[in-house]
């Protein structure tokens, strides 16, 4: 059974900062691209970003870009968010996913797996 489980939201005010964690199992993590999307409420669930198999390539939202930073651990089973200068517009429930695709997807119908989410919340 796949589980991706999220781990390091919280409560933070803006221009802060904050890791996000997803630890993977019951696959094989060496093989899938993973990426963070995100959920503000009343708003649909959008790409925030993603990184390929071998963490060879990373891409990102325009909204983050520069400013926050994926990576992972394949020896960990694990992908990271490091979220510098965090904004209000920031906060939503944080997912990490995981995809089979040749090219590492920004839409999430195109994932294959779900954690349960992660709640970042930066006030101003």
């Known amino acids: 059974q796949v589980q991706l489980v999220e781990s390091g939201g919280g409560l933070v005010q803006a221009g802060g900062s904050l890791r996000l964690s997803c630890a993977a199992s019951?696959?094989?993590?060496?093989?899938?691209?993973m990426g963070w999307f995100r959920q503000a409420p009343g708003r649909e669930r959008e790409f925030v970003a993603t990184?390929?198999?071998?963490?060879?390539?990373?891409y990102y939202a325009d909204s983050v870009k520069g400013r926050f930073t994926i990576s992972r651990d394949n020896a960990k089973n694990t992908v990271y968010l490091e979220m510098n200068r965090l904004k209000p517009e920031d906060t939503a429930l944080y997912y990490c996913?995981?995809?089979?695709?040749?090219?590492?997807?920004?839409?999430?119908?195109?994932?294959?797996?779900w954690g349960q989410g992660t709640q970042v919340t930066v006030s101003s």
């Open positions: 996913a995981a995809d089979l695709g040749l090219v590492p997807s920004r839409l999430p119908h195109e994932n294959d797996y």
């Open positions: 019951g696959l094989t993590f060496n093989r899938y691209n």
């Open positions: 990184i390929s198999a071998t963490g060879s390539r990373r």
